[in-house]
């Protein structure tokens, strides 16, 4: 029944309009107003995620958006240019000193990172 369904997600944020600058400016993605408050980003592929506010807002406590890229270090250091700050885990998922959990060979390199919301997100590094 929904095997052709153009599906797409939606997550939520406590203010919207930090969400459009942090999603624009900072991340660089396509960001465009959509119909009752909504922001939509528009990503590679043609795929969207909406964007809602929501005044009682908890930010998700687990990933909610995985960015592929070539080189996590090079994206990483972009980013901290910008101001982001990527979390820093010990234990299963130890992360270095930039915020990177290396995995070793055993899988791919990860860097969490959130938004003004607090929601989380990652870099991932392809391979």
Do not use: Q
Not at 26 to 44: C, T
Not at 61 to 69: A, D, Q, S, Y
Request: proline letters at 6%; hydrophobic letters at 35%; one cysteine or more.
């Amino acid at each position: 029944m929904l095997k052709n369904s153009k599906a797409f997600s939606g997550f939520s944020v406590n203010d919207i309009s930090k969400a459009k600058k942090f999603y624009s400016e900072i991340l660089g993605l396509e960001v465009k107003d959509a119909s009752m408050g909504l922001i939509e980003l528009n990503l590679e592929g043609g795929n969207h995620i909406i964007i809602y506010p929501k005044p009682n807002h908890i930010p998700a406590t687990f990933t909610i958006l995985n960015f592929p890229v070539k080189n996590i270090d090079d994206a990483a250091d972009e980013l901290i240019k910008k101001g982001i700050t990527f979390e820093k885990y010990d234990g299963p998922i130890k992360t270095d000193e930039k915020g990177i959990c290396r995995s070793g060979g055993k899988g791919p390199n990860i860097a969490w990172f959130k938004d003004p919301a607090g929601n989380i997100l990652s870099l991932i590094e392809e391979k």
